[in-house]
């Protein structure tokens, strides 16, 4: 057990909907990452937050949007949903900005029907 | 930008056999990091290894050891005594300290399979 805790562990939705998935980090870390993990694209990374603020950003769509609360939960919003949005959704966290090991949470399986 | 490149597939070893998988990366930061990710089939992400790339010393972990060669840009990951719970998809990874601190790079996998 990584320590990041991720929910739902399933989500089922169809096109055009909109879904949050919500992330604890690891106690006392500050940082939490997404990324998508899709069978063609492989291991993507979407958005770093570090305490409370977007600190990085990668491959992300306009469709999506991710917000880090003061508590240091993180949320992902994706919305528009696409059949092509589908994959494995995860989260990580680290202690700081971004040099350190990254543990990831268990994921969030997105299915758009 | 950072490239994680992992070139075999799938690998198969027996049961108690060491195993070797092989990732180069490439990158101009001076200084980045490199870590190797353990995927079962159930689907979560795994830490194994860490290598800074200023490490003088090839990073171990139990029966996880990284072959750090810095001119090749090479981190392969050795598994030792292999067990049948090391079946799974094993990620390569890297950031750099540079402009984009933070983000993982991950290649796109080697499935390992252990027999009996």
């Known amino acids: 057990d990584s320590g990041v805790t991720q929910t739902p562990k399933h989500l089922i939705t169809a096109t055009g909907q909109r879904v949050t998935l919500r992330c604890s980090p690891r106690?006392?870390?500050?940082?939490v990452y997404w990324y998508q993990q899709s069978l063609d694209q492989g291991l993507q990374f979407l958005i770093q937050?570090?305490?409370?603020?977007?600190?990085a950003k990668g491959n992300i769509l306009e469709r999506f949007s991710a917000q880090q609360f003061p508590d240091l939960h993180s949320e992902l919003n994706l919305s528009s949903l696409e059949l092509g949005d589908s994959a494995l959704y995860f989260c990580a966290s680290s202690a700081g900005t971004g040099e350190e090991t990254q543990y990831f949470g268990p994921g969030t399986r997105l299915l758009v029907l | 930008a950072q490239k994680i490149t992992q070139t075999q597939p799938g690998m198969f070893v027996q049961e108690k056999e060491a195993v070797t998988l092989d990732c180069t990366y490439d990158t101009s930061d001076p200084s980045y990091g490199l870590f190797w990710y353990k995927q079962p089939s159930s689907g979560e992400m795994i830490f194994l290894i860490y290598?800074?790339?200023?490490?003088?010393q090839n990073a171990t972990e139990g029966r996880y050891s990284l072959n750090f060669q810095k001119a090749r840009k090479s981190a392969n990951l050795v598994i030792s005594a292999s067990q049948l719970g090391d079946s799974a998809m094993y990620f390569c990874?890297?950031?750099?300290?540079?402009?984009?601190?933070?983000?993982?790079?991950f290649g796109r996998g080697t499935q390992l399979t252990v027999w009996p």
């Open positions: 937050y570090y305490n409370g603020e977007e600190r």
């Open positions: 290598q800074g790339s200023y490490d003088q």
């Open positions: 106690s006392g870390d500050l940082s």
């Open positions: 990874a890297m950031n750099a300290r540079g402009s984009t601190l933070g983000r993982l790079y």
